[in-house]
């Protein structure tokens, strides 16, 4: 049974940093590339980041790019999310994500499996 776990969320102040991690089991994901979205309260799921599966290629939303950093390491079959210089706007939970699409990573209609989430709260 394939699972991912995330972990690393919490409360931070506005200017703080966090590091999320999500933690594949069931199978390997070394070839398939992995994604992070967000859900805040009240608003739709939105892509944040993603990286392909020899992790040559990343992908950013607009308003992370600078701040945050998608990582993996295959060994582990694990994916990181660094997030620096947090902003209030920041705040939801966050997903991982697994199989999604080379081209369409963005959308999240096109990835397989999925974490529970992990709440990151954003203090200003």
């Known amino acids: 049974q394939v699972q991912l776990v995330e972990s690393g969320g919490g409360l931070v102040q506005a200017g703080g940093s966090l590091r999320l991690s999500c933690a594949a089991s069931g199978r390997t994901f070394s070839t398939s590339t992995m994604g992070w979205f967000r859900q805040a309260t009240g608003k739709e799921r939105e892509f944040v980041a993603a990286?392909?599966?020899?992790?040559?290629?990343?992908a950013y939303t607009n308003s992370v790019k600078g701040r945050f950093t998608i990582s993996r390491v295959n060994a582990k079959n694990t994916v990181y999310l660094q997030m620096n210089n947090l902003k209030s706007e920041d705040t939801a939970v966050y997903y991982c994500?697994?199989?999604?699409?080379?081209?369409?990573?963005?959308?999240?209609?096109?990835?397989?499996?999925w974490g529970q989430g992990t709440q990151v709260t954003v203090s200003s």
């Open positions: 994500a697994a199989d999604g699409s080379i081209v369409y990573y963005s959308d999240y209609s096109r990835y397989t499996y």
């Open positions: 990286i392909s599966g020899s992790g040559s290629n990343l």
